[in-house]
């Protein structure tokens, strides 16, 4: 029953919050660990929602915090998986910014957390796999082999020169 | 005066934290998302050390979350810059979870963090040197281009032949 | 430039969250006055993307809590705009709670909120108007002059014989 | 043992507090959200004082938010069990708000929320009445049925005309 | 005219709270750092309420936590000013825990905490004299001297045998 | 086993943490009972280290509080457990302020807590010994005594004239 395909779509998640005095530091600024804490929930029940079980955050990829986000800004993070292998799971989030009285409103960081689906006694259990349907969507998809080479290198859990997706990107 | 060498130590901040019931998922499991909080702000504080700065996120490497970690463990966090580059500064963290009733102790998570010091107005302004004394901040000391060439690639600032040492990696 | 018309979708806002364990009383329930923290801060945001103001809270209509919610479940708040009144603005919330473990997802809450959006000094200023598309929007819309004689009434505001809208319910 | 009779100043709970950074908006207001989330558990408390057991917030009733209350303000919130409906309970609350250093004191708010007392599998179980004893506290009990009528008609739970007690108030 | 005589009953703070499941460690029982939290905002509105003065806290005499206090308890504090010294106030606490659905009912903590009223610019200013009425209010303002002098020697800022009030409570 | 004897440096703990928006009053200094909050936890953690077992505050020394902390500030705990009676453990803290920004630093605040190990129905039991090793460690193991006669004396738990070793404070 955990075996049938998903959409990205059935697992999007929109998570809208409002940055409050205590996310911020003394320059007013959101705190870049109070953002990925919210990312990390909002990733994660987009992996419950693709899983139907209980998932832990496995890693979590290169984040760029570009723009400062400010005390009352309005955060909107979005998050879908996008590729599943076997109990594992990519997700993407990206998070938009907005000054609702200035009227101003950018997207600022893009993002891969992966999790792990587990069962009660906290083992791995296989997830459903995913279906792309949009181009974007496909072009996430496609990438996903290559992140999670990278990721495994990162971790030395893979030898770069087995990481033959990852390695034809630096043989350009 | 900002431009005078400091070492790994100068910088170097120690963090204790018990997992309280709010910290944690459904499993009772500390989430991920709230020990990159922590982490964040362990981090934070070894750039500020260091610069004598307001610092802000500018960037965080690949973690990977090994060991589940539980309601009640004690987290200690290590934290020091290992070298600059201008205005942002890398810094190493390293997390070791202690159950105590247990007798059991793991380091479960290295991280890199990257810092950019600014002045009052938001804008980047120099930072001092670091010059690693022990034999393994001399190799984090010399590992951090090839992490920054990484950086820059992942976040699309650099084309992944002109990181001549990053490039290395994929050739051996 | 602040009385153009907008619609209800230009206000929409979607809120994702967990419930948390801090969330929740000796049943393991969700606590009434945490879902109204939450649903008062989507509101609010709804409420500013209509006026691009700063917005506070004028009242909050009768709120019914029907089906427990429980540690762990994920809400989802939706709220937009359905009316303005010169500087006030009704908000209508839904709350959708799913146990995704469980494969169990209702639709818990109804609730109407209203705001006013006020300057710098905290003096209310007026709105734009809001042009409802949906047969469901139109429905709120015209419910909306009913629901805000209720309110006058209750806050002392209007005199019961005053309230023709509001009347008529009761002389069917 | 649960049938017996209580008088209001049994369940009478004083809850002070200050109003502290992190419940304040962009002006510096108190947030109505985080009023309600005080005000549920003040009712809360004294709901399990007059029946001894666990409760639920059933509803609250239609709250205006008049005075802005500021960070660094005082609220006094006092509350108790105005009338029991078997299981059900209505509890009364008034919310003063102390500026102490501009030694200025207001009563801002006034609710009525609705608890039902619940046994360990969260069934609903009968409480204890009420025996008001000031002119206040009979009042109070007086208006209790046709609120509870109100609360009803709003929930569509009962239709406008069966609600005698609260047609007589459009009628008049 | 700060200098004005206030009663006890002037600085009367009563705080009720539940205690939820963040304020407890892994036996279910509330942290003694949780409590004296709740505390030292107890006493600072007291002496906030007999000051009309921004105030802080200047020292903690010796509490002893005595019956553990669990998840789902209500707390409640009583606060008063008993004794001012120049600028100085030493506040009574007492807690006292209720369980409720366990029908039992304790007094736990009695403490005292002192708080200085500054100005803007955190300079100590005078605050008015108090009028203790009842025996135990007397009771405690005689008693002030002798524990403000143990505070002193207790803080190394007066010789042991100075402290002629305390001195005699060794010397029976 | 548990009565092997141990040192100060196995139960050290160093607690670092940066002064928040929320933790702050009107004047935006760190409030006093935050402070102890976290001094709380920090000493709950040496205890537990040392004993290995679940600790619970048994008492709190006075605690006098100097300089004022502020916003953004850095605070730096250091407890461990100094000596050890039965089941209980006399806990040594000092407490670090600073302000990076301006270069300056502090050691603020002084203090003892007092834990009694327990097993899991809460009863208290036997801890390991200390061995105190420095200079300084040996002061505050000979000093405990004292402290401790205080602590039971102010907790009417044992007469003044019992209380040799302190009595002859005064006597001098």
């Not at 059935?10 to 911020?24: A, G, H, K, R």
């Not at 953002?35 to 419950?48: E, K, R, S």
């Not at 296989?126 to 990721?151: C, H, I, N, S, W």
Request: charged content about 25%; some cysteine; aromatic content about 6%.
């Amino acid at each position: 029953m955990q075996t049938k395909q998903k959409t990205c779509k059935d697992s999007l998640v929109t998570m809208t919050e409002m940055v409050l005095p205590n996310d911020t530091n003394a320059l007013n600024n959101l705190m870049g660990g109070r953002l990925m804490y919210l990312m990390d929930i909002a990733a994660a029940i987009a992996a419950q929602k693709h899983s139907k079980r209980v998932v832990v955050t496995a890693s979590v990829d290169n984040i760029s915090f570009k723009e400062p986000i400010v005390l009352g800004d309005v955060l909107t993070i979005k998050a879908f998986v996008t590729r599943s292998f076997n109990s594992s799971m990519e997700v993407y989030l990206e998070v938009e910014v907005e000054n609702i009285l200035m009227g101003k409103k950018v997207q600022t960081n893009k993002a891969f957390f992966t999790f792990v689906a587990v069962d009660q006694t906290g083992k791995p259990i296989p997830v459903p796999e995913v279906v792309p349907e949009t181009d974007f969507e496909k072009e996430l998809y496609a990438g996903a082999l290559r992140r999670r080479q990278l990721r495994l290198v990162l971790a030395n859990r893979m030898k770069p020169d087995e990481a033959t997706e990852l390695k034809s990107l630096f043989m350009m």
